[in-house]
T-cell receptor, first 116, second 114 residues
Framework: GAGVSQSPSNKVTEKGKDVELRCDPISGHTALYWYRQRLGQGLEFLIYFQGNSAPDKSGLPSDRFSAERTGESVSTLTIQRTQQEDSAVYLC??????????????FGEGSWLTVV | AQSVTQPDIHITVSEGASLELRCNYS??????LFWYVQSPGQGLQLLLK??????LVQGIKGFEAEFKRSQSSFNLRKPSVHWSDAAEYFCAVGARGGGNKLTFGTGTQLKVEL
């Protein structure tokens, strides 16, 4: 597609339920990121995928959070047993990284998650 | 580890006035520096980036930023603000050799008065 696509755009879930958020990166982009943006705060890095390398999971806040990516395509961020503090916008981004870290990172519009 | 500080949470300027948004970073070497803008209902859009060379960087929409190593700053400027510039602005720093992970500031919300 033309840009990074995320779904759902909005999700309201009950505390304790599991949620899955999907990201479809720009075609050909080998690198994919997940960030979290809580209300009034900056973006927190969650996880980074680069090609077939082991993902950088250093930003995942707890073992309730996990993410997968199949090859260089779609990624899914899963949050198990959701808590109210998980309420945030979850942003996905991708980059071609052909020139290394100087490539522009493109962000999706985010998935707004509300845990009630 | 790198960090970014955006000391102004909210800024209000009149349309046509000049704008400066502050950004200070902490990093042990010369970082990669970025400014992103987030408009309501839209994803983050890259305004400009600094990697090396000329410390004054030109971006889209008439924005520019200046890297000042001595002050660990990368302030964003625009000589004349338009009402459509109202948005949230994020400064970010990336580590050289540290993959492409960016550390973001908490953002500055810009309001433009007509």
């Amino acid at each position: 597609g033309a840009g990074v696509s995320q779904s759902p755009s909005n999700k309201v879930t009950e505390k304790g339920k599991d949620v899955e958020l999907r990201c479809d990166p720009i075609s050909g982009h080998t690198a994919l990121y997940w960030y979290r943006q809580r209300l009034g705060q900056g973006l927190e890095f969650l996880i980074y995928f680069q090609g077939n390398s082991a993902p950088d999971k250093s930003g995942l806040p707890s073992d309730r959070f996990s993410a997968e990516r199949t090859g260089e395509s779609v990624s899914t961020l899963t949050i198990q047993r959701t808590q109210q503090e998980d309420s945030a916008v979850y942003l996905c981004a991708s980059t071609s990284q052909r020139r290394g870290p100087t490539d522009t990172i493109y962000f999706g519009e985010g998935s707004w998650l509300t845990v009630v | 580890a790198q960090s970014v500080t955006q000391p102004d949470i909210h800024i209000t300027v009149s349309e046509g006035a000049s704008l400066e948004l502050r950004c200070n970073y902490s990093y042990g070497a010369t970082p990669y520096l970025f400014w992103y803008v987030q408009s309501p209902g839209q994803g983050l859009q890259l305004l400009l980036k600094y990697f090396s060379g000329d410390t004054l960087v030109q971006g889209i929409k008439g924005f520019e930023a200046e890297f000042k190593r001595s002050q660990s700053s990368f302030n964003l400027r625009k000589p004349s603000v338009h009402w459509s510039d109202a948005a949230e602005y994020f400064c970010a720093v990336g580590a050289r050799g540290g993959g492409n992970k960016l550390t973001f500031g908490t953002g500055t919300q810009l309001k433009v008065e007509l």
